[in-house]
């Protein structure tokens, strides 16, 4: 199978010499390696930042003083003052 796999590219560039003409074949060709380039430069940089991603440690969260210290004085305030009976 792979000592003949050669034979399967000549007659697969014959049948598109035939289709698309000597003239239109180095258009063929370079919209493919143009498609080939946009392909793998897409793929490399989906990499990167999937590398990127998961290399990325995250930031611990800066402690909100206002949010505590408001918590801390309602409480203080309901406990030194209960409510009416």
Same mark, same amino acid.
């Given at each position: 199978?792979?000592?003949?796999?050669?034979?399967?590219?000549?007659?697969?560039?014959?049948?598109?010499?035939?289709?698309?003409?000597?003239?239109?074949? %180095?258009?063929?060709?370079? $919209?493919?390696?143009k498609a080939m380039r946009e392909f793998?430069?897409? !793929? *490399? =940089?989906?990499?990167?930042?999937?590398?990127?991603?998961?290399?990325?440690?995250?930031? %611990?969260?800066?402690?909100? $003083?206002?949010?505590?210290?408001?918590?801390?004085?309602?409480?203080? !305030? *309901? =406990?030194?003052?209960?409510?009416?009976?």
């Amino acid at each position: 199978m792979f000592g003949s796999h050669w034979v399967y590219i000549v007659i697969l560039l014959i049948v598109v010499l035939i289709i698309f003409g000597p003239g239109r074949l %180095p258009e063929l060709g370079g $919209a493919v390696g143009k498609a080939m380039r946009e392909f793998r430069k897409a !793929t *490399s =940089e989906l990499t990167n930042e999937v590398t990127t991603a998961a290399q990325a440690k995250p930031e %611990p969260p800066a402690p909100n $003083a206002s949010v505590s210290s408001e918590s801390t004085a309602k409480g203080s !305030t *309901s =406990e030194a003052n209960p409510p009416p009976s």
